[in-house]
């Protein structure tokens, strides 16, 4: 559970008084002792996975220990509030990556919100449907893991204890050891060891009347030592409260980050491009109407560079129906092939490469792994990478043709201190990989991968090693926010490959900037930047400015903005607006006009949501 223990670190959180539930509250539980010291392994294993039957909500605090091989220890602290009937959750968490930061993650049932109350940086996003399963009971068999759906929303380390189904879903031996006392419950102490090992990789002390885990320690078990790496401890625990809605609330000592200083909007000169055609843009129909199917759509691009011989909108089929997280298909440099990572099992797992061909609509599965990341292509277009998790903490990067020959790992080669790793994309043959904890204790946060024999080099020292790099077309280029958490600032750059010769793009003080984009020339940068609350709402503006630094121009201002898009030929940019106040759709702004205007064609109506969009070349 070591990729789950990482996720926590983008949550941080100071505990406010405010929220301790009123002495009114209740605490009730069943009489019933569902574990005792001579349960057995199945038994304890049914436990766990039931857990979710045995109680309604839950409040807990406690504290998460995390020890690295190098001998370095990180504690930071955590409070939660669950409340899975009404897909309702808080966490906070205080310290885990520097003590100055402070970051809640709550979802009022409708809207997931994550602050950090010492930058004001605010993001929000719908609380997808597929989380709202109340109490969950995973399904059983197989090989496949089924974490909670909400807790995929929560992502901390503490609130996972909550949903102790999620460490009973693999094979091996629950071992009874004795009866210990944990934040004033009755606990089994509970070793875990895989079927492959004979040492114990993780202890439980689970609540003898709900199976919720109060403390558990994880073991250094894959690497051989059996080292202690991780230790949870709950120190309160309260079940079966009445929250009251203001808990699942903008908390009011939350001060918004400074609005950047205003930038003249310039139309913008593109200059001729490699490609000139309109290409097509694919998206998805979200319904608005519960329980109506998602659909993929797809617009010809005349529809946007001559609307007048725009042909009607078109429905794509795929072998599968759309019931899980969806991101945007991935072309192929050429456009002939896109590919896509979505699972066509009831359940949501495993996950299969998918490579679709839109002149035959053809989707062809290239592989198949429990869970797998948005692929990317190399920029020849001869190769797709893509991360896979196994649901259990572990992972690794692969390599594939796009005819589905040459399948490997290339991840061996990375530091196991940096793990777990993020793919920002490929420069040249190589994999751009990010470490997800750049202070663990690894020298180096990046590196880049060679995909022919998974060889990997550092990138860069410095603090902009810890940045996602998005590299330019022609490979001449690397696009980062370098943000300096001293001063809260973050410096748009470009670099070249080499990490020397950089170039300030742009500033701003606090918020946040995503994504970061590059025209198909090379020349020209797009961004979004996320500031302040207004009336309870992120503001985002995009800009774009040229890769020297010069003539930077204010595009769009908007609410949530989730994707920038150029066109083909570099002449338009795209921005899908999640919140806008007619719903989630696509805007096209002229790069030469600065004209924005709404994506229309023929059968394409605003009662959906238009969501994930992609542009074929």
Known sequence: MKRLFLLALAFLAACSSADIAPSSYFDSLPDTVILRLDSSSEQIQQAMLQSATHWTTLQLSGSVAWYGADGSTQVFEERAWIDPANSRFKVELNGAVNAA??????????????????????????YPDFARVGQFVPPVGGDAAYPHPMWGQMGTPLSEMAFSANF???????????????????TLVVEWTPASQTRAAYK????????????????????GTGALRGERIVDNVSYNQIFDASVFSMPSDFEPAAMPTQVASQPIETGPTAADGAGELYFFLMPHQSGAAIRLAKVSGFCVFD?????????VNAPFPFNFAINPLAWSPDGQY?????????????????????????????????????????????WIAFRTQDGYGGEDVYVIRRDGSGLRSVSAGLPIEGKPYIMDGW?????????????????????FVNAADGSARPAFEGGANKSQFIAAPDKSLLALDDYDELSQTHVLKAIDVSGANETVLATFKGGSVYPVVWSPNS?????NYYSDLSNGMPSAEVYIVRRDGQAISSLYKGVTVGRLIFSPNGKYLLVEETSSPSGGHLF???????????????GLTADFDWYAPSWRP
């Open 307 to 315: 609307p007048a011989n725009c042909p009607p909108m078109q429905i």
């Open 168 to 186: 009973a879903q693999s094979g091996g031996t629950f071992s009874a050891l004795s009866l210990e006392s944990v934040a004033g419950r009755e």
């Open 588 to 602: 096209l702004i002229n790069l030469s006009t600065l004209e924005t205007k709404m994506l229309q064609a023929p």
């Open 204 to 223: 439980f002390w689970l609540d003898t009347r709900t199976a919720v885990i109060l403390k558990m320690q994880e073991f250094g078990v894959k690497e």
């Open 101 to 126: 930061d402070k970051i809640v993650r709550f979802s009022d049932g409708e809207t997931v919100h994550n602050l950090n109350l010492n930058s004001g940086l605010a993001e929000t996003s719908p």
């Open 427 to 447: 420069l040249g043959g190589s994999v751009i990989m990010r470490s997800a904890l750049p202070g663990a204790g690894n020298t180096y946060a990046s590196y």
């Open 523 to 527: 020349q020209w940068i797009a961004f």
């Open 338 to 382: 896109a590919a896509f990572a979505y699972s066509d099992y009831s359940d949501g797992t495993p996950t299969k490469l998918w490579l679709f061909d839109p002149v035959s609509d053809a989707w062809t599965s290239l592989a198949e792994f429990p869970y797998i990341d948005p692929p990317f292509w190399s920029s020849d277009g001869e």
